[in-house]
């Protein structure tokens, strides 16, 4: 089971931080690889959503449910996986530090190897964990520097999407 861990401080306003994870309708204008969000129920501590991401150039469809501890974390669920997976989760913490915060990122992946082998086109299973480690990896790190560049940089962050997100 793959684990993948991340960590990137972001020189921002820990609340904005917090407002961009928690709002993944954002992540379509501002990163290359989230294709598509639907957001299904969103509360102040629950929220589920119907996303769209592109992978090893592939588009794969996923819904999760996410819990967070506003202003400190966000765990997830995913309820519909790439064929490839039998579980993913994780979660997002953030950790205040001078100057802005300190975001990890982990997650957690079992994959289904009989579904994985032919789908990711290898006969490996190593091979197989070490694409789906790639993968999460590429897609954590692409959206926590999407945020860190909204926030730090508003003008460049802006001008990789469609229009500057409002935050809620």
């Known amino acids: 089971m793959p684990r993948v861990l991340d960590d990137l401080t972001i020189h921002a306003d820990p609340a904005a931080v917090f407002a961009c994870i928690w709002d993944p309708r954002l992540w379509p204008r501002i990163t290359s690889h989230v294709k598509r969000v639907e957001v299904l129920e969103d509360g102040d501590r629950t929220q589920r959503f119907a996303m769209t991401v592109e992978s090893n ?5 996923v819904e999760s449910i996410r819990e967070a501890e ?6 997830y669920r995913q309820i519909q996986l790439p064929v490839f997976l039998r579980s993913h989760s994780g979660e997002w913490t953030l950790e205040p530090v ?4 300190r975001v990890h990122l982990v997650h957690d992946a079992e994959i289904d190897f009989e579904r994985a082998l032919p789908a990711l086109g290898t006969s490996s299973r190593e091979e197989a964990e070490a694409i789906v480690a790639r993968s999460l990896k590429a897609n954590g790190s692409r959206t926590l520097n999407a945020i ?19 935050l809620s």
């Open 57 to 61: 150039g592939r588009d794969h469809s």
């Open 70 to 75: 506003p202003g400190r974390s966000v765990r």
């Open 98 to 101: 001078a100057g802005g915060v």
């Open 148 to 166: 860190k560049l909204y926030l730090e940089e508003p003008a460049t962050g802006a001008a990789q999407g469609p229009g500057k997100a409002e």
